[in-house]
């Protein structure tokens, strides 16, 4: 089973970037048969196995869940998983306890306004660590009216 997950993965790395008809098709034609495999495998186990066994939870969470899981089969712009989602909010909650102690409301809200430009120079494709430290070399002389030109998208580091 494991290795049958795995080469589901190997499919995706193999059509990662290409256009969302051609990862459709791919997954159609390459995926679909082994998750189809998987399936059979799942209900032939489920009579075998205890009803208390975790792998019997295991096997009808994943049943229970199939058409979700199945989903990205029929559409070329769905990944097979939400990694890209998780990663993204890891810093939020790896922070989680931290941000209990952040002193009142004001510096809550500071933190919420630099975690938002940090994260949207990330997204600009700038180095946060580079962009902060351009930021705080010119901001104590820069004038006030035309701050915004310090924005992530506007600046040219």
Request: proline content about 4%.
């Amino acid at each position: 089973m494991l290795t049958q997950i795995g080469r589901l993965y190997e499919i995706e790395a193999g059509i990662r970037g290409s256009p969302p008809q051609t990862r459709q098709a791919e997954r159609q034609d390459k995926s679909l048969p082994i998750v189809l495999a998987l399936h059979e495998w799942f209900m032939q186990q489920l009579p075998t196995l205890s009803r208390k066994s975790v792998t019997t939870d295991a096997i009808q969470y994943a049943l229970n869940q199939w058409q979700a899981l199945t989903r990205y089969l029929d559409d070329g712009e769905i990944d097979i998983d939400n990694n890209a989602a998780e990663r993204a909010l890891r810093g939020v909650s790896v922070g989680r306890k931290n941000y209990l102690f952040l002193g009142s409301d004001a510096g809550g809200e500071r933190a919420a306004t630099l975690y938002s430009l940090l994260g949207t120079a990330k997204l600009n494709d700038i180095n946060p660590e580079a962009y902060l430290c351009h930021v705080l070399s010119v901001i104590a002389d820069y004038p006030v009216n035309r701050v915004d030109e310090l924005l992530p998208w506007r600046v040219q580091l």
